[in-house]
């Protein structure tokens, strides 16, 4: 799977659970599936910088926590719009 492809999966499960957050068991499914900590925690990271979505994301406290929060991750206004425009190409 590329880059974007995870990024859209992200935005359309949080879009799917708009306005509430990353559910537990798609959370667990995306973290096991990761190749690494880094893998998994880096898109959300990305996507956040973009304003995309709302994440707590713990390597932005403690660089060597790779994990994020599901219960404080969920989509942006901007990135339903975002969405809705076709995601990432």
Do not use: C
């Amino acid at each position: 799977m590329t880059d974007y492809e995870f990024y859209n999966q992200i935005l359309t499960r949080l879009a799917a659970n708009h306005p509430g957050t990353l559910d537990e068991k798609t959370y667990e499914l995306w973290k096991q599936d990761a190749t690494s900590p880094h893998a998994f925690a880096d898109p959300f990271a990305y996507l956040k910088t973009k304003g995309l979505i709302q994440a707590y994301v713990m390597s932005d406290i403690d660089e060597n926590n790779y994990d994020i929060d599901p219960h404080q991750t969920r989509i942006t206004t901007a990135g339903l719009e975002f969405m809705r425009n076709g995601g990432f190409k």
